[in-house]
Nanobody
Framework: QVQLVESGGGLVQPGGSLRLSCVASGFTFSTATMNWYRQPPGKERELVATITDTGASTNYADSVKGRFTISRDNAKNTVYLQMTSLESEDTAVYYC????????????????WGQGTQVTVSS
């Protein structure tokens, strides 16, 4: 049973910081690319950050570069999103996403999502 459970969202003032966590289970976490997406109110879902299986490579949306940091701890099956210098435009539901491949009878692609955690940046 694949599960991704986000935590750490909440209300924060502009300029503040939050650290989101996503605990994964039900698959081999260390083989998966992990991503954080977000969906601001009234807007489409967008990719915020991605990190490869070993953590050797990361990538960020232009809107969060220099402010957000994605990291992972494969021993804990957890991916993090450290958010600093938060702005009102960062208000969104943040989703944890995992992509991986597994060999069954054939090689299959998997794409799993958490339920999301609300981040609200407001004074």
């Amino acid at each position: 049973q694949v599960q991704l459970v986000e935590s750490g969202g909440g209300l924060v003032q502009p300029g503040g910081s939050l650290r989101l966590s996503c605990v994964a289970s039900g698959f081999t976490f260390s083989t998966a690319t992990m991503n954080w997406y977000r969906q601001p109110p009234g807007k489409e879902r967008e990719l915020v950050a991605t990190i490869t299986d070993t953590g050797a490579s990361t990538n960020y949306a232009d809107s969060v570069k220099g402010r957000f940091t994605i990291s992972r701890d494969n021993a804990k099956n957890t991916v993090y999103l450290q958010m600093t210098s938060l702005e009102s435009e960062d208000t969104a539901v943040y989703y944890c996403n995992a992509k991986w491949r597994e060999r069954g009878f054939w090689m299959r692609n998997y794409d799993s999502w958490g339920q999301g955690t609300q981040v609200t940046v407001s004074s």
